[in-house]
């Protein structure tokens, strides 16, 4: 009689304690299956991975500061001379292609401003020697015409002059002065070591994948520059094996392995995991006994 007392009593505290145990089991376990990262991974439909980083922290430091994810998710490259529009990355060839706004192509004619990389920028991630810049509407004086004449050159049988002709927005060129103003095709290090205004051309404009543009029009061309980035040797790849996030310490730049919000390390999550487990068998070993408790009880009473 007792005894039966005493199972209506127990039974059914001991299975709400059961099932508060199995429910703390489900609530607790997978924030420490999913590693959380503190960096953002993506911006518009682009994925950012290593070494890039939008949030600061994440990615390679040689890469800090350099992308910037609008309010509208546009994804922007930054430089000295602005901002342009990050249009794609591809991760297996390490390219970046983007696109100034404010740029001129065939269609558009819009006041030139130059376009002007950090030395780092200019070392890690420079254009691509597909990328062609067309300098346009330039002075007899400029000295791409002159003593640095050998920097202009013709792409995939393609002449300077025919944009002029082919290009609603620099026909104008020709209008105004009725004449052919030169022009010329040049690479990146023509622009990095001259600025426009030394260049002394009213206009550029920029090409990419010009070696396969032969026998296809400027109307046809793809107007942008395609940035090709260099990958730094820091050991991510230890730290992404193990689960983590690449990132830096924000002061000193050293590399940390991001392993989730609450928890870096310096070269992979290996150790912080052990620490994860720690934490959750700190948890498992309390609700072990609760249910070896409830067990024993629940064995008593029937
Ligand atoms: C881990 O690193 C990130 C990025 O540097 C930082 O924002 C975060 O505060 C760090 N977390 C801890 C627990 O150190
Ligand atoms: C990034 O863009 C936002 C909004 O366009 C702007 O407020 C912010 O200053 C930019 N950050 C940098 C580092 O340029
Ligand atoms: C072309 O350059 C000349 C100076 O060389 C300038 O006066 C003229 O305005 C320029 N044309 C356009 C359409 O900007
Ligand atoms: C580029 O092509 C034009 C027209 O075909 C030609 O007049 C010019 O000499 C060529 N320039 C170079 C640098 O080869």
């Known amino acids: 009689m007792r005894e039966m007392l005493a199972l209506a009593i127990l039974k059914p505290i001991i299975f709400s304690t059961i099932n508060a145990v199995s429910l703390l089991v489900l609530i607790n376990l997978p924030p420490a299956v999913t590693l959380l990262s503190p960096c953002r991974n993506s911006c518009g439909n682009i994925a950012i991975n290593y070494p890039f980083g939008m949030d600061d922290g994440c990615g ?20 000295p001379s602005g901002s342009y529009k990050v249009q794609s990355i591809d991760y297996n060839k390490k390219t970046m292609v983007v696109y100034d706004p404010a740029m001129s192509t065939c269609s558009i004619l819009q006041p030139h401003h130059d376009f002007i990389m950090t030395d780092i920028q200019s070392a890690i991630i420079p ?83 010009t070696d396969s543009l032969k026998g296809i029009g400027p109307l ?69 006994f609760l249910m070896m408790m409830g067990a024993f009880l629940y064995l008593i009473s029937s």
Request: proline content about 3%; glycine content about 6%; some cysteine.
């Open 60 to 79: 390679a430091p040689q890469f800090r500061h350099m992308l910037n994810c609008s309010s509208t998710n546009d994804l922007f490259f930054l430089t």
């Open 127 to 209: 254009p691509t020697s597909d990328t062609v810049f067309a300098l346009l509407n330039c002075s007899i004086d400029s000295p791409v015409l002159n003593h640095y004449s050998n920097l202009c050159f013709n792409f995939s049988g393609h002449s300077c002059d025919e944009l002029y002709s082919a290009c609603n927005a620099f026909r104008v060129f020709h209008f105004l002065t009725n004449t052919t103003p030169p022009c010329c095709f040049t690479s990146y290090d023509t622009i990095k070591f001259m600025s426009m205004n030394i260049l002394d051309c009213t206009h550029y404009t920029t090409v990419l994948n």
């Open 220 to 288: 046809d061309w793809v107007y942008g520059i395609k940035l090709s980035y260099t990958l730094p040797e820091t050991g991510c790849e230890r730290c992404a094996q193990s689960g983590g996030t690449c990132g830096f310490d924000t002061e000193t730049e050293g590399m940390r392995c991001l392993c989730s919000t609450s928890s870096n390390s310096t070269r992979q999550c290996g150790s912080v995991m052990a620490q994860g487990h720690a934490r959750i068998s700190g948890i498992s070993s309390q609700k072990l």
